[in-house]
């Protein structure tokens, strides 16, 4: 009734500076949802023009691929707390390797009880040179700065 197994693969056997899978490998292995691991945890810094500089950690990947071959299509990221930061705002990041990224907000809604969520598609860019808060490196699953 069940296939054999395969071996799956984590966060920590990724690429560095790797994001995306292939066609091929999207079809021919299975999709999971990978959890991070101590030390494969990423800064995504978002800019607005409008709003203050926004800092969120990478979290869970939807990846395919073996423990040789990882690859991941899309990572789930949760906000850092800093100095800059709108207090109160409950945000989430949400990106996509092959098309849009997303940011989402909860925010209350004064005119119901409900709360409202907002989003909006984004633009992602690799810079390995951006500047990132130190209190980045100071939170559990990342590595520390040089």
Same mark, same amino acid.
Request: charged share 20%.
């Given at each position: =009734?069940?296939?054999?197994?395969?071996?799956? $693969?984590? +966060? &920590? !056997?990724l $690429?560095?500076?790797s994001?995306?899978?292939? !066609?091929?490998?999207?079809?021919? @292995?299975?999709r999971?949802? &990978?959890?991070? +691991?101590?030390?494969?945890?990423?800064?995504?810094?978002?800019? %607005?023009?409008?709003?203050? *500089?926004?800092?969120? *950690? #990478?979290d869970?990947?939807? =990846?395919?691929?073996?423990?040789?071959s990882?690859? &991941?299509? &899309?990572? %789930? #990221?949760?906000?850092?707390? @800093?100095? !800059?930061?709108?207090?109160g705002?409950?945000?989430?990041?949400?990106?996509?390797?092959?098309? $849009?990224?997303?940011?989402f907000?909860?925010?209350?809604?004064?005119?119901?009880? %409900?709360?409202?969520?907002?989003?909006? #598609? =984004?633009?992602?860019?690799? %810079? @390995?040179?951006?500047?990132?808060p130190?209190?980045v490196?100071? *939170?559990?699953?990342?590595?520390?700065?040089?």
């Amino acid at each position: =009734m069940f296939a054999a197994a395969t071996a799956s $693969p984590t +966060q &920590a !056997q990724l $690429p560095e500076g790797s994001f995306g899978c292939s !066609q091929r490998e999207r079809q021919n @292995t299975p999709r999971l949802i &990978a959890p991070q +691991q101590p030390g494969t945890r990423h800064p995504i810094l978002v800019h %607005d023009p409008v709003e203050p *500089l926004r800092v969120f *950690l #990478s979290d869970a990947a939807v =990846m395919h691929g073996g423990p040789d071959s990882a690859c &991941a299509v &899309a990572f %789930d #990221s949760e906000p850092v707390r @800093t100095p !800059q930061s709108v207090p109160g705002a409950r945000e989430r990041v949400l990106l996509n390797a092959d098309g $849009p990224s997303w940011l989402f907000r909860m925010a209350p809604d004064n005119t119901r009880r %409900d709360t409202r969520i907002e989003y909006r #598609s =984004m633009q992602c860019n690799i %810079d @390995t040179g951006a500047e990132v808060p130190a209190e980045v490196y100071e *939170l559990p699953g990342t590595h520390s700065e040089g």
